[in-house]
T-cell receptor, first 118, second 114 residues
């Protein structure tokens, strides 16, 4: 678990706030992922970056904005969120077998950020 | 289209008894299959994965899973449950074509009775 770190671990924000979630991987991987985990729902893939290029964006609202400045860091910028966005946000990384696809190998997950939107 | 179904949302067993967590999948390709475990307030950790090698896959903490193509199943088992096994377990299917084709099951919560 220490291979992928996420900060903060808990975040409470109002609907008008702007905040950012941070993820850092220390595994030398070339792909990073954001997932949303809500109660009683399957894990939802939000974004994938492979070799610092965004390769997947699964119809996520524009109030979520990812940023991947290098292969070790991934951010999720949040603004004007809604209460239904409250969830556990998980970051993961993997070493992709092919460039540009960003997937299908073992993913290593961080501990998540528990987000509450008031 | 791919899908994965975890047949039980909650399984409860006594400590020392066998564990069976069921997973069925559908895939148009030869899939990779994974089991992940999530302890409370933690991220997901890989237990084991199947990638078209041996059909019986051994993982960490005494867990194993058997890929049965004829039954499209990938059930997770452990001969003897331990209290520390209490967690949420996710079955995952991937067809390698893109990240959006990594499909997580809805999870099975495993409880262990003393």
């Amino acid at each position: 678990e220490t291979g992928v770190t996420q900060t903060p671990r808990h975040l409470v924000m109002g609907m008008t706030n702007k905040k950012s979630l941070k993820c850092e991987q220390h595994l030398g991987h070339n792909a990073m992922y954001w997932y949303k985990q809500s109660a009683k729902k399957p894990l939802e893939l939000m974004f994938v970056y492979s070799l610092e290029e965004r390769v997947e964006n699964n119809s996520v609202p524009s109030r979520f904005s990812p940023e991947c400045p290098n292969s070790s860091h991934l951010f999720l910028h949040l603004h004007t969120l809604q209460p239904e966005d409250s969830a556990l946000y998980l970051c993961a990384s993997s070493q992709t077998p092919r460039s540009g696809t960003g997937l299908a190998d073992t993913q290593y997950f961080g501990p998540g950020t528990r987000l509450t939107v008031l | 289209a791919q899908s994965v179904t975890q047949l039980d949302s909650h399984v409860s067993v006594s400590e020392g008894t066998p564990v069976l967590l069921r997973c069925n999948y559908s895939s148009s390709y030869s899939p990779s299959l994974f089991w992940y475990v999530q302890h409370p307030n933690k991220g997901l950790q890989l237990l084991l994965k199947y990638t078209s090698a041996a059909t019986l896959v051994k993982g960490i903490n005494g867990f194993e899973a058997e890929f049965k193509k004829s039954e499209t199943s990938f059930h997770l088992t452990k001969p003897s449950a331990h209290m520390s096994d209490a967690a949420e377990y996710f079955c995952v299917v991937s067809d390698h074509s893109s990240a959006s084709k990594i499909i997580f099951g809805s999870g099975t919560r495993l409880s262990i009775r003393p």
